[in-house]
């Protein structure tokens, strides 16, 4: 499921001011608007690379493993945006890649020896989804990296026997059902199966194995929830069970433009970016009010260093400000609005 390396030349692009990349009336032409939510979206991203690029090294110095997913989801957002032409350091981002599949990584260091490939990958379905999900798009024609086939054999054999994926690490510990949390691990493993493959997903052995999981599914009170089911029907071609769900999702976006975590959450950078994320791979663009109030949501709660104030995923974390939150959101931040420049009437430059 390859998707074109479309890069963007920025040399003559000249920022708008903050109150036309922001605007706070309607747009009255299509195109005019088209065009103003690309600029906002290139602004996002350019301000927030540096988050991704001072985050991912300062983990890496000071840590010896993938926790918290950190370099898994800076692999992804780095890769989107050098596809989308954003002048990112390509040395950085080859760093990035390669720590994240290095496979002992995944292990914590005090239980790394006498540990296999094997045991490390299957013990942690999420990140071996992410880094599939995230990882470079290849030419036509081209292979994908060894590790690629190795990581994809693992999460397929990873999956148990009631269909789901277990979820890893911390993740159990997040401020929604425990199941609701396995629901979603499930989910990011299936589309991460699909994106690398080239058959029909509904036809994989792994999603026909899921399928009695899946239908017992009771809705989810997330936005991830929500909008990985959303991308997760539209693989498996469920054309009018995808509409309802993009409905029921832009239905949880709050009067600000945002969504929050929890759909009955105010509104937050990473629900926003979570919720943007598959609503423009539906095919919403840039100039739906709804896409539009989005990006401006995210361009207004920006920070002068570039990323985001989130309050943690976890229980004991629910009502404060957490590092890890707020990382992800400039990383989801990018990783969606790197869609918004990319897909978009099949435009390849900013006027």
Excluded at 29 to 42: H, T
Excluded at 49 to 57: D, F, M, N, R, S
Excluded at 223 to 246: M, N, V
Aim: aromatic share 8%; with cysteine.
């Amino acid at each position: 499921m390859c998707r074109l390396n479309v890069m963007l030349s920025f040399t003559a692009f000249m920022l708008v001011t903050a109150t036309n990349i922001f605007p706070s009336s309607p747009i009255a032409n299509a195109e005019d608007g088209f065009k103003l939510q690309q600029s906002a979206s290139v602004e996002i991203i350019k301000r927030a690379l540096p988050v991704i690029t001072e985050g991912a090294e300062t983990w890496m110095a000071d840590n010896d493993c993938l926790s918290c997913h950190r370099i898994s989801f800076a692999a992804w957002s780095f890769n989107r945006a050098l596809e989308a032409g954003f002048a990112a350091d390509r040395d950085d981002a080859e760093k990035i890649r390669a720590w994240a599949t290095s496979w002992k990584k995944i292990v914590n260091p005090t239980r790394r020896e006498g540990t296999t490939q094997a045991e490390a990958l299957l013990g942690d379905p999420d990140t071996v989804a992410q880094l599939l999900i995230g990882r470079p798009v290849i030419a036509e024609g081209s292979a994908d990296p060894e590790w690629v086939a190795t990581y994809r054999a693992s999460l397929g054999s990873s999956q148990q026997e009631d269909g789901s994926w277990k979820s890893g690490g911390q993740l159990p510990l997040q401020k929604r059902p425990k199941k609701e949390t396995q629901d979603v691990t499930t989910h990011w493993s299936l589309i991460a199966l699909a994106a690398t493959s080239p058959g029909k997903p509904a036809e994989d052995p792994a999603f026909v194995n899921a399928k009695p999981w899946l239908a017992a599914e009771s809705t989810g009170t997330s936005t991830e929830w929500w909008a990985t089911k959303l991308i997760l029907e539209r693989l498996t071609g469920e054309e009018a069970t995808a509409l309802d769900l993009r409905q029921t999702l832009l239905s949880f976006q709050n009067r600000d433009g945002g969504w929050g975590w929890l759909t009955a959450d105010d509104s937050d950078a990473l629900g926003t970016a979570i919720a943007l994320y598959p609503l423009v791979q539906d095919g919403l663009v840039s100039e739906t009010p709804a896409i539009q109030d989005a990006i401006n949501y995210l361009g207004s709660t920006q920070n002068d260093e570039g990323g985001w104030s989130v309050n943690g995923t976890k229980k004991n974390s629910r009502d404060e400000v957490t590092e890890t939150a707020s990382y992800w959101a400039a990383c989801w931040a990018i990783i969606a609005l790197s869609e918004t420049v990319n897909k978009n009437h099949g435009v390849t430059a900013l006027d």
